[in-house]
């Protein structure tokens, strides 16, 4: 992770603090996806690869670019971005 980076620019570990983004995926509920929501934007059916996070150029926008033309024939896949 970010640590191993720090790491390697030697920062002091006493100066510094990485606070995770994400809660673990074990304590994120599974919910219904048929939802009123998902339903007016046409989510409810397939699968959505939703993209949530920060968006810029040095965050590399055409790997996104390039996951969606690699699903774009499938009707049952989405990328949300």
Known sequence: ?????????RV??????????????????VRPKDTPWAKS???ADGLTILYSGTLGLKHNPA???R????YRARGDIRVVV
Do not use: C, N
């Not at 992770?1 to 620019?9: H, S």
């Not at 002091?12 to 509920?29: F, I, K």
């Not at 996951?67 to 690699?70: F, R």
């Open 63 to 65: 790997l996104l670019v």
């Open 12 to 29: 002091d570990p006493a100066l510094r603090s990485v606070m995770p983004l994400w809660a673990p995926l074990h304590a994120l509920p």
């Open 1 to 9: 992770g970010f640590e191993a980076i720090l790491d390697t620019w």
């Open 41 to 43: 934007r046409g989510f």
């Open 67 to 70: 996951v969606a033309e690699h």
